[in-house]
């Protein structure tokens, strides 16, 4: 009991500590950029209704579906050692294979270009 009293007075003092440490240290310089109500760089006092590109969200979800791809597929060295490897390695080439051939299919049709 009497240890777990030390921990916790010795997190809350180091706690309060570090919170005045950070009041006292910091510098506030602001400056029109950071009072600004958005930092992402469009204009806040323009209008809210601005055309948005949805090749943003088709670049988007092909990062994603990609990257959903490789933490499947991370498994496999181990999957070797598996009693049947050849039935695994045949269902992670059937699935490289539908991705490829929807990212080839995405391409032709320009799904792909930036520019218009």
Do not use: H
Not at 26 to 52: H, I, M, V, W
Not at 92 to 101: F, G, K, M, N, V
């Amino acid at each position: 009991m009497n240890m777990i009293t030390f921990m916790l007075t010795l997190t809350t003092a180091l706690s309060i500590i570090l919170i005045a440490l950070n009041f006292w240290l910091t510098q506030t310089n602001p400056d029109p950029e950071k009072l600004s109500p958005y930092e992402c760089g469009f204009d806040p006092l323009g209008s809210a209704r601005l055309p948005f590109s949805i090749r943003f969200f088709l670049v988007a979800i092909l990062f994603l579906l990609f990257d959903l791809e490789i933490a499947l597929l991370l498994p496999l060295p181990w999957a070797t050692q598996l009693q049947y490897p050849i039935s695994t390695m045949t269902w992670a080439s059937t699935i490289i294979l539908l991705l490829t051939l929807g990212l080839a299919y995405e391409w032709m049709q320009g799904g792909l270009e930036w520019a218009e």
